[in-house]
């Protein structure tokens, strides 16, 4: 069985607007049926300027919600749009959206994507976490219903990030939601991708339940604490390397000076613009020794930037990869104790040997003494 349907279905928005009204009590969630309703001319090219910044164009906004509203896509198309519920003037405020679009990848038909997603930069709720992450769990969330729901094995979602890693973050957000790299997105049958400086990015869903993604949000995850960073996977797939290396060191955290802290940023930038041509010659075939090196020097820069760097104990600053540097040292460091463990134990035992042997000595001298004596008498 395989229905199509909305994603956002009204029981589980919800339980999103009540996790919401914690964070956000200043806004209320709006799904497709109540956003459809709201009758303004210049409703898109405001959401374009406000909660998109201009990052995306005017005629692309416009066309992905000329399909929301199309029957033909009624089933194939869904939003969530965070309404502003203290400016109470007309018109309506909207601080950042989501749209989804199923099929928009033609060899994955059954997938969502992300069509779109724009927060207000300044959108922060009581927990820190920002509008489009809010949103982007959200929709995972419901997801992730959806395909228990449906009884769904292959549990996908897609996306774009729009000038890929470049736009650091979007990256950060994505990632620390389960979401890496799959350059086999690209093509004329998927996404645009990186033929249009984009980075397409897969998530699979198999591994976590609806309610990990509420548990994220409220910062609940047992990972945590690592760092004092947030994220849904333990180990994050990026082989760049990048997110780690934001995420622990972070421009101006430590309180530098504003110009200690713009070169950061810009050292920043520079390494995220390395890793957007390396990824872009790893979908040509071409050879990317030049362009690894490259990024690893302008990582070891951007690191000497801080007064911290690489006084994280090891622990919090490898605790994010698959194979985890500190895993192999502490294995060695259990086999060389149980080595010098088992080298005092047959030391022990050697010495066990060595009195035992000095006494059958001793036993054999007075047998001897006894036999002088009764050979005398």
Known sequence: MNRDGPIFVPEHVATLSAKMAEFFPNHSLLSKPQFLKINQPSLIKSMV??????????????????KLKLKSYADGMDILVMHDVTDIKAPIKIDAFILIEKGECKKLPSTYSVNLICSLAQLKGNNGIGGGLF???????????????EKIS?????????????????????????????????????LEGLKDKNLPMTMNLSRVQPNDFLDFLDKKIPYVKTAGLTQLYRHIDDD???????????????????????????????????????????????????????????????????????????????????????RKIVKSVRKSKKRSKKSVRKSKKSVRKSKKSVRKSKKSVRKSKKSVRKSKK
Not at 58 to 65: G, P, T, V
Not at 135 to 149: M, N, Q, V
Not at 167 to 177: A, D, E, R, S, V
Not at 284 to 309: H, M, P, Q, V
């Open 49 to 66: 300027e406000g909660p998109c910044g201009d990052r995306i164009g005017l005629s692309y906004a416009e066309a992905s919600f000329k």
């Open 135 to 149: 949103l982007l769990a959200s929709f995972l969330y419901c997801l992730k219903h959806y395909f228990i729901t």
């Open 154 to 190: 292959d549990q996908k979602a897609i996306l774009e990030l729009a000038n890929s890693y470049e736009n650091i973050q979007g990256f950060i957000t994505y990632t620390k939601l389960g979401f890496h790299k799959d350059v086999s997105l690209t093509g004329d049958d998927c």
């Open 240 to 326: 760049t390397g990048l997110f780690n290396l934001f995420r622990t060191y972070t421009p101006g955290k430590l309180g530098e000076s504003v110009m200690k802290r713009y070169r950061q940023e810009e050292k920043q930038k520079e390494c995220a613009g390395y890793a957007t041509i390396l990824s872009t010659k790893q979908f040509s075939g071409g050879r990317t020794d030049i362009e690894r090196r490259d990024l690893e020097y302008c990582k070891n820069e951007y690191e000497d930037l801080f007064e911290n760097a690489r006084s994280y104990p090891v622990r919090y600053v490898q605790s994010f990869y698959k194979i985890s540097p500190r």
